[in-house]
């Protein structure tokens, strides 16, 4: 009998970014959140799965106390579009009175983070601000004021440091872009 084997469908892609060139930055935006947040403990809410590899890098840049929490952020889109958005797993502990930095991989529609920050608002924080490593802003749908924006990026597809295409690449050390196979 001919066994079901699941393909897996390879992306060629060129590197952006280099791991010397995010932690850099991630050292810069640590030491920007440490002197902002003195004495306000702030909380880390990563947004699943994409925010993983940075959030984990960006705690160990932050010098002041500081706890970490996840949200999970699931979009039912094609590999390249966003689509509908489910959240699920919110932060377990109270988040009245408290500053939350919501920590995102790459904004690129400005969805995700607009439901998050809304859902986080009837939450009654101190404070919201967003953090994220890259930002698309020319694919923004939703006005966003994006307080800790890591590194700029183009309307290409980013792949590595956590961010999937199709579930994979998010092992890889580097930022890279998916190459664009009908583009002349
Ligand atoms: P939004 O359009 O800003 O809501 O972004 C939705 C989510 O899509 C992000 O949190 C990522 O998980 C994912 N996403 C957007 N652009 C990229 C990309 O270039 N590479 C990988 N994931 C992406
Ligand atoms: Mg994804």
Do not use: W
Request: proline share 4%.
């Amino acid at each position: 009998m001919k066994s079901e084997s699941t393909s897996l469908k390879l992306q060629p892609f060129e590197l952006l970014f280099t791991q010397n060139e995010i932690q850099e930055v991630i050292t810069d935006m640590g030491a920007r959140i440490s002197k902002d947040y003195e004495d306000k403990n702030p909380i880390l809410l990563g947004v699943l799965k994409g925010c993983f590899v940075f959030v984990a890098d960006l705690i160990r840049a932050i010098s002041i106390p500081t706890e970490v929490e996840f949200i999970s952020a699931h979009s039912y889109g094609s590999s390249f579009e966003p689509g509908t958005l489910t959240l699920s797993g919110g932060p377990e502990i109270n988040l009245k009175g408290r500053h939350i930095l919501m920590v995102e991989g790459v904004v690129d529609t400005g969805r995700t983070a607009v439901s998050i920050v809304e859902t986080l608002k009837s939450m009654e924080p101190a404070s919201v601000e967003i953090v994220t490593l890259l930002d698309k802003t020319g694919r923004r749908e939703l006005l966003l004021d994006i307080k800790y924006a890591g590194i700029p990026v183009k309307d290409d597809f980013v792949i590595g440091y956590g961010l999937d295409y199709n579930q994979l690449y998010r092992n890889l050390p580097f930022i890279g872009k998916v190459i664009d196979q009908t583009a002349e």
